[in-house]
């Protein structure tokens, strides 16, 4: 059995599509430009609050950085809104310690949302790390993030789940050298994770929690 999980956290853990979308929407109306329905972001997002604003901005980038920083002060003010777990997952992260599962999440959110966001919805879990962007270095897929905790736990690629809902954590998960599970919950569909080729689909954090303590 593998020692350890690393988990992304937006479609993966949590529910945030409201708040991030709602989030993007309030500053594209702050700055004149047109609002997107919510389904809309499930596309948008899984690259970045950059990539995220990018998006939304179909192609308009006059404003992008101020729209960027804008959104990043807004959520990080509004982030557990209507935000929560998903049905399941709090306790499936609690019977996965309890079988001595080290738990990680890796995250293209910035580093502070993603702690504070942790220590709000699972205070009473503990996780052995949490990681999101860090200013000057690349984001998912790019392995830098991932294999930083790796390393800091001691861990080898070979005793570590990835586990996602979008195509860009597959291709993390490939360039950590760890297998993978997509997850049909989130933000993308099982077709379009496809595409990406993960080793395993879960369904259901009943269905996830028996694979991983398989």
Not at 25 to 47: C, Q, R, S, W
Request: aromatic share 8%; charged share 20%; hydrophobic share 40%.
């Amino acid at each position: 059995m593998k020692k350890a999980v690393i988990f992304d956290l937006d479609g993966t853990l949590i529910d945030s599509l409201a708040d991030i979308g709602g989030a993007v929407n309030t500053v594209l109306k702050n700055n004149g430009y047109k609002e997107h329905p919510l389904e809309a972001y499930k596309l948008f997002t899984g690259d970045g609050a950059l990539n995220l604003c990018k998006r939304a901005l179909l192609g308009d980038e006059s404003k992008l950085d101020k729209v960027y920083q804008e959104y990043r002060a807004y959520y990080a003010q509004h982030s557990r809104v209507q935000t929560k777990p998903f049905d399941g997952v709090v306790e499936m992260l609690n019977n996965l310690q309890a079988h001595g599962m080290q738990l990680i999440v890796l995250s293209n959110k910035d580093d502070s949302d993603v702690k504070n966001i942790i220590k709000y919805y699972f205070s009473d879990i503990s996780f052995a790390h949490l990681q999101g962007r860090i200013a000057n270095l690349p984001i998912k897929p790019d392995p830098t993030l991932g294999n930083m905790a790796l390393k800091k736990l001691g861990l080898h690629p070979d005793v570590v789940w990835y586990v996602g809902d979008t195509v860009t954590d597959m291709k993390t998960a490939h360039n950590l050298g760890l297998d993978s599970v997509a997850v049909t919950w989130g933000f993308q569909t099982e077709d379009m994770l496809k595409t990406a080729h993960p080793h395993y689909f879960a369904h259901s954090p009943q269905e996830l929690q028996a694979l991983l303590l398989d």
